[in-house]
């Protein structure tokens, strides 16, 4: 079974410039997640989606973040315009749904360097 | 709010050790699910177990092994034997209970080196 996937694997962009990421979760998975890890913390979340729609986008900054999943399958983070702060790993997740017991399954990460 | 607290930030151990990271979280919810994660240099997050608030049964598997203790709002793992492979951030984590569905809250994780 193919795993969660994203690309690209590595960005790196000047402050001000814009940037997106996209992922394809596990076929048959319902919910979606972003998450944002910096270096030496645990990831957080940014938003979360059931299908195509948005249940948890609470702690997305919203003045520069969005996200869509269209048709509920892939999904595309865009950062507009990126500070130096964005700096991080963007993990995108996904599970067969959102309750507490659903374990998520990971992909490998968008290391995002803004200069 | 909800909290995750691994107060072991690294720990470094020389290979057939045994190892212990420490979880200890707090909630307010009554029904929860604890998880440990395993992050390898790849970057990837490889799920290693879940355990629900209900269940306190500790578990063995493998080398590895789970202390759940709600006395205490503690979720600890074990590696027993440790191997060089077994290098990894390692993160705990608390499924809490929203108006819809549910969020992940992990901990800062606890960057494990087992040298040779």
């Known amino acids: 079974e193919a795993g969660v996937a994203q690309s690209p694997r590595y960005k790196i962009i000047e402050k001000r410039q814009s940037v997106a990421f996209w992922c394809n979760p596990i076929?048959?998975?319902?919910?979606l997640y972003w998450y944002q890890q910096i270096l030496g913390q645990g990831p957080k979340l940014l938003i979360q989606f059931q299908n195509n729609g948005v249940v948890d986008d609470s702690q997305l900054p919203k003045d520069r973040f969005s996200a869509e999943r269209l048709k509920g399958v892939d999904s595309t983070l865009k950062i507009q315009p990126a500070k130096l702060e964005d700096s991080a790993v963007y993990l995108c997740?996904?599970?067969?749904?959102?309750?507490?017991?659903?374990?998520?399954?990971f992909g490998p990460g968008t290391r995002l360097t803004v200069l | 709010a909800q909290k995750v607290t691994q107060a072991q930030t690294e720990i470094s151990v020389v290979e057939k050790e045994d190892v212990t990271l420490d979880c200890v979280y707090e909630t307010r919810d009554t029904t929860y699910y604890l998880f440990w994660y395993k992050q390898p240099p790849s970057g990837e997050l490889v799920f290693l177990i879940r355990?629900?608030?209900?269940?306190?049964q500790n578990e063995i598997s493998g080398r590895y092994s789970w202390n759940f203790q709600k006395s205490t709002s503690s979720f600890n793992f074990t590696i027993t034997a440790s191997q060089v492979v077994d290098s990894a951030v390692y993160f705990c984590a608390l499924s809490e209970t929203k108006t819809s569905g549910s969020r992940l809250t992990f901990g800062e994780g606890t960057q494990l080196t087992v040298n040779p």
């Open positions: 076929s048959g998975h319902a919910t």
């Open positions: 997740a996904s599970s067969l749904g959102g309750a507490l017991y659903n374990e998520q399954f």
């Open positions: 355990r629900n608030s209900f269940d306190e």
